[in-house]
């Protein structure tokens, strides 16, 4: 059965339901905190920090109730493409090895990177309103498949396993910014979605598309019935085995059962 997985951020909610006693499903994401150390307050983004991966691990209570839940890392700095991403490649592989190591058995993933989050790129394609520059399409294409393989550019030679062998699943971003189209926003969020989990299926690993109920640029919630046609095909897709609901409110949001986007996944889980 395909699943609805709720992140971490719905913790955010005052009093929110318990997804898995709802039929749902959790996952755990992994930001900045659990990456990169903080140098006189602020995360040194330039290289993971493996003392700090590690020592996201002595913090029972956030791991209280997780460890049965799949782990996305979030890691959104990094160049895998650049002549020197050697050392990218590797610390990231590190990451996902240490992972692998501490919680055995779990799914792990990086949200995001396999395929790398692109919504503009394939919609070059269709419409002249979005840009004419194909390259940008063919580059994310390209980039894609570096996570095949770590290639040395300057003797094409494979000097590693890639991304793609590390990790359990594969978590492509599939948000919206569009909330300017507004009729036809959901006519083109169907071709940009399609186009990623088509990018996303050369790694072979099951895919669970990273969706939100907000619009990516404002954050404002989509008016009623868009969030239903958008799970509904997702989830309708056959390459998709699920997928990620990513919510961005303020700390303790009151809950509130009757707003549209909660019961629209509500009437969606009842329909599978």
């Not at 318990?18 to 040194?44: E, I, P, Q, S």
């Not at 919609?123 to 498949?145: E, P, V």
């Not at 404002?220 to 997928?243: E, I, R």
Request: glycine share 6%; hydrophobic share 35%.
């Amino acid at each position: 059965m395909k699943r609805i997985y709720f992140d971490t951020t719905i913790d955010v909610y005052a009093n929110a339901p318990d997804m898995r006693v709802d039929g749902f499903a959790r996952a755990t994401l992994m930001g900045n905190w659990g990456l990169f150390a903080t140098v006189n307050g602020v995360y040194d983004t330039s290289k993971i920090d493996m003392e700090t991966v590690k020592a996201a691990f002595n913090y029972p209570d956030y791991w209280r109730g997780r460890l049965s839940d799949p782990v996305i890392i979030d890691e959104e700095y990094l160049d895998y493409h650049d002549s020197n991403r050697d050392a990218a490649h590797d610390q990231i592989i590190e990451v996902l090895r240490y992972y692998c190591y501490r919680l055995p058995g779990l799914a792990v993933g990086l949200y995001a990177r396999l395929p790398e989050i692109n919504f503009y790129g394939p919609l070059i394609k269709y419409s002249a309103i979005f840009g004419t520059n194909i390259d940008y399409y063919l580059d994310w294409q390209d980039h894609n498949k570096h996570f095949f393989s770590n290639t040395n550019e300057a003797t094409r030679k494979k000097t590693k396993r890639g991304l793609a062998s590390q990790v359990d699943r594969v978590y492509p971003s599939v948000y919206s910014p569009l909330e300017y189209l507004g009729d036809e926003w959901m006519k083109y969020w169907k071709i940009a979605f399609d186009a990623n989990i088509e990018e996303s299926e050369q790694y072979h690993k099951p895919i669970y598309p990273y969706l939100s109920p907000q619009y990516h640029s404002t954050g404002a919630f989509f008016s009623p019935g868009l969030w239903k046609q958008m799970l509904t095909h997702a989830l309708n897709h056959p390459s998709v085995d699920g997928v990620v609901v990513h919510l961005t409110v303020p700390n303790q949001t009151p809950w509130d059962d009757g707003v549209d986007w909660w019961q629209e996944t509500l009437a969606v889980k009842e329909s599978r």
